[in-house]
């Protein structure tokens, strides 16, 4: 089946560490997108990537930080530094960056 | 920087009639606007998009129309039913990053 993948889906971390996401897809896509959502609120860019070995800032990327080493991988790493980091994070995917977006199944961090 | 509003945080219907939701902008002329669907605990899905030379889209019981010179776009669910209870985004480019509004929480009862 293809798709976009998150995992885990629960997270739990100590006030501190840093923690990486993950997203995975087999769509073919070129661009990748990490969103964070609290609740009651609407989606928030941090990172998107357009190809591999480049990505741009969104509106919330201190941090946060991202890597695109691979077409189908976009992993998130949420460092110590970010001072608010419990929420649900949803990586997407589209073939190019004004199409439609795929979203995965999100990961709900909470820092204890 | 791009600010959208989506008309109701929350919005109860009967079932069978015309949902209707509001979403605005301002500070920017966006060529196109996406509506999502997003259930609870969920990745939003995505529905329609719709660009700035086209003034409706209809896709099924959904329909959407897009008004440039009011910075609006509505977002229309006909003979609407339970099963279209959720939470529904719009979203837009600006030119330098993708802005998502905050949601109306549609509820058709039955």
């Known amino acids: 089946d293809g798709g976009i993948t998150q995992s885990p889906k629960y997270l739990f971390r100590k006030e501190g560490q840093n923690v990486t996401l993950s997203c995975e897809q087999n769509l073919n896509h070129d661009a990748m997108y990490w969103y964070r959502q609290d609740p009651g609120q609407g989606l928030r860019l941090i990172y998107y990537?357009?190809?591999?070995?480049?990505?741009q800032k969104g509106d919330i990327a201190e941090g946060y930080s991202v890597s695109r080493e691979k077409k189908e991988s976009f992993p998130l790493t949420v460092t110590s530094a970010q001072k608010n980091p419990t929420a649900f994070y949803l990586c997407?995917?589209?073939?190019?960056?004004?199409?439609?977006?795929?979203f995965g199944p999100g990961t709900r961090l909470t820092v204890l | 920087s791009q600010k959208i509003e989506q008309n109701s945080e929350a919005l109860n219907i009967q079932e069978g009639k015309t949902a209707t939701l509001t979403c605005n902008y301002t500070?920017?002329?966006?060529?196109?606007l996406q509506w999502y669907r997003q259930d609870p605990g969920r990745g939003p899905v995505f529905l329609l998009l719709i660009r700035e030379n086209e003034k409706e889209k209809r896709k099924e019981r959904l329909k959407v129309t897009f008004d440039t010179t009011l910075k609006q776009s509505l977002f229309h669910i006909t003979a609407s039913q339970p099963a279209d209870s959720a939470t529904y985004l719009c979203a837009l480019d600006d030119g330098q990053n993708f802005v998502f509004g905050p949601g109306t929480r549609l509820s058709v009862l039955p």
């Open positions: 997407a995917s589209s073939i190019l960056r004004n199409n439609e977006q795929f």
């Open positions: 990537s357009q190809i591999v070995n480049d990505f």
């Open positions: 500070n920017y002329s966006p060529a196109y």
